[in-house]
């Protein structure tokens, strides 16, 4: 089975503070992703990864950044927490190559920005 | 731009009887199609795709139809049973595409 892990499932922080959030997965996987997901508006990319240090922005990067230093690991970095970034965060990682691929969720980390 | 759209924000079914799960696309591009199951405080978990060869993918209770003309599927769930209240996500990707586009989600509960 494929497994995708999170460091935090709860993580408080306050305006201003840098945070780090770390996904693993086991699967020797290619593709690494980061979403956030906010009541009403589903599931929105933030930034992916196809391999080791490389990196795409997805479609609200702004405010973050991320890091893939080693194949199972992709970080996201909240460079200056702010609280309109107080939402669910949610790692995804997928094979690659031809045809279609699903992708494989971790818990998930409820990020809270005071 | 939402290209994935889910117009219904929840549904309640009794239990036994079907559900009906609907999802609108407008990319052309869109050629790999996913339902995904999520229950709160925890990450979404793969249940059914279908790809544009196919107008429709069972799986146990779990269908899923494609109509491509009218860029449109949907997800069925026969019988419902409660344990499947959850929040339903749509996505599509291009074939051979990383990126999966998500809906807005769909919350449906079955009452008993």
């Known amino acids: 089975d494929v497994k995708v892990t999170q460091s935090s499932r709860y993580l408080v922080k306050r305006t201003g503070e840098k945070v780090f959030l770390e996904c693993v997965q086991d699967?020797?996987?290619?593709?690494m992703f980061w979403y956030r997901q906010d009541p009403g508006l589903g599931l929105r990319l933030i930034y992916f990864?196809?391999?080791?240090?490389?990196?795409e922005k997805g479609d609200i990067p702004e405010g973050y950044s991320v890091s893939r230093e080693k194949k199972e690991r992709f970080s996201l970095i909240l460079e200056s927490a702010s609280t309109n970034q107080t939402s669910m965060y949610l790692c995804?990682?997928?094979?690659?190559?031809?045809?279609?691929?699903?992708?494989?969720f971790g818990p998930g980390t409820r990020l809270t920005v005071t | 731009d939402q290209q994935v759209k889910q117009n219904s924000p929840s549904l309640s079914v009794q239990e036994g009887r079907i559900s009906i799960l609907n999802c609108d696309y407008t990319?052309?591009?869109?050629?790999?199609f996913l339902w995904y199951k999520k229950y709160p405080a925890e990450g979404p978990t793969f249940l059914i795709s279908?790809?544009?060869?196919?107008d429709k993918n069972e799986d146990g209770r779990f269908t899923v139809f494609l109509n491509k003309s009218a860029k449109h599927l949907s997800l069925h769930i026969v019988p419902s049973q409660p344990g499947d209240s959850a929040v339903y996500f749509c996505?599509?990707?291009?074939?051979?595409?990383?990126?999966?586009?998500f809906g807005t989600g769909t919350r449906l509960q079955v009452t008993l």
């Open positions: 995804a990682s997928s094979t690659s190559g031809t045809g279609g691929y699903e992708q494989y």
């Open positions: 699967m020797d996987h290619e593709n």
């Open positions: 990864s196809y391999d080791v240090k490389m990196k």
């Open positions: 990319n052309s591009m869109f050629d790999y």
């Open positions: 279908i790809s544009s060869i196919k």
């Open positions: 996505a599509a990707s291009a074939w051979g595409a990383s990126k999966l586009t």
